[in-house]
């Protein structure tokens, strides 16, 4: 039986149920449906919705903004430079004026544990939507993508490879444990996740029929993949380690030759965006004036291949998002 979601935050999966991330995917795909059909969905008419962004983004600042506009709300876009936050003003304080004028609040930013304070002090719901420990918005949309292209979630083999201790590894390795996929991280041993966290996951993993390996060998590791998802080498916050992650991480790029090792030709890629594949970026260009590389994580030819389903991914950021904010501040 699904315990309400109504009036609770969003800071990890670990909070939810499998049943209750099942509803909210349910409902991200009802939204999707609506939007498609031009059906009016205005379930937050008449709220305000904060977004304060510590770090830049694409996808997620967006994809929040649209849910609320056509979800009826009000979205405020509150940059790192536009608020006290911290600088002038407690995360406690500001928590508690936000709390007064917002009826939500999403935070993306460095420490987890500012959203947890957020979360603790502002009497409104507040939404993850990343930090240093994980991304779980990032997730609902991966698995979202995965059920459209696969039919289905439990069973089915998720291979993860490169940082395998980043913020979009660490919430998969969560909800590939609550929904009961065979999910793997392939990285290289320095890189593995928390060895609390893969202990906390196998468990959960157990109890719903699924199963966490956590490997350095790659190769095998791919082996039967439905589906291969990868990240950057090196998240937001972490610039000037780029050498060392360019060594650890080359034997873990995800390219022809990894692809094939799957022996699956119906395998789908996945990534949370953006990625680096090509030289069209301003960083892009200095990692190949530095090391000489042309691609990092993901080959170009991976990334536009018929495996990739990159851009349905970021479209369902958008889908969840609505279902995370609805749900959560459902009358
Ligand atoms: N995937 C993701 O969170 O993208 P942004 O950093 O652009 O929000
Ligand atoms: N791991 C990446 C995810 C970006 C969406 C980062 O934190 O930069």
Not at 62 to 86: M, N, R, S, W
Not at 88 to 98: C, G, N, Q, R, W
Not at 130 to 148: G, K, S
Not at 207 to 226: C, L, M, R
């Amino acid at each position: 039986m699904t315990r309400g979601i109504q009036s609770r935050s969003f800071l990890t999966l670990q909070d939810f149920t499998p049943s209750e991330i099942t509803l909210l995917l349910t409902t991200a795909k009802q939204f999707k449906q609506m939007k498609m059909l031009g059906i009016p969905h205005r379930q937050l008419e008449g709220k305000n919705i904060a977004l304060i962004f510590e770090k830049p983004s694409t996808r997620t600042r967006t994809a929040f903004t649209v849910a609320c506009v056509d979800l009826g709300a009000h979205p405020e876009y509150l940059g790192k430079d536009d608020i006290q936050f911290g600088k002038k003003e407690s995360v406690e304080d500001t928590a508690k004026v936000l709390g007064r004028m917002f009826d939500g609040i999403q935070f993306r930013g460095f420490s987890h544990e500012t959203v947890e304070l957020l979360a603790e002090h502002a009497g409104v719901p507040v939404w993850n939507g990343l930090t240093d420990r994980c991304h779980p918005t990032q997730v609902l949309a991966d698995f979202l993508t995965i059920e459209e292209q696969l039919g289905k979630l439990k069973g089915v083999k998720l291979v993860y490879v490169g940082d395998g201790r980043n913020n979009v590894a660490n919430s998969l390795l969560i909800g590939s444990a609550k929904m009961g996929l065979h999910f793997t991280i392939a990285s290289p041993s320095s890189l593995f996740p928390e060895q609390a966290l893969v202990e906390y996951a196998q468990e959960v993993a157990r109890e719903n029929q699924g199963s966490i390996i956590i490997t350095d060998d790659v190769k095998k590791a791919v082996h039967g993949a439905d589906a291969i998802y990868t990240d950057v080498w090196v998240s937001m916050g972490e610039e000037d380690l780029f050498a060392e992650r360019i060594q650890l991480l080359q034997p873990y790029q995800v390219n022809g030759e990894l692809m094939e090792a799957t022996a699956n030709p119906y395998t789908i890629f996945l990534h949370c965006l953006p990625a680096f594949h090509d030289l069209n970026t301003d960083v892009g260009k200095k990692i190949f004036d530095q090391f000489g590389l042309t691609e990092m994580e993901v080959t170009d030819e991976v990334f536009r291949s018929k495996h990739s389903v990159v851009f349905d991914e970021a479209e369902n950021r958008m889908h969840t998002i609505k279902a995370v904010m609805a749900l959560t501040l459902g009358r």
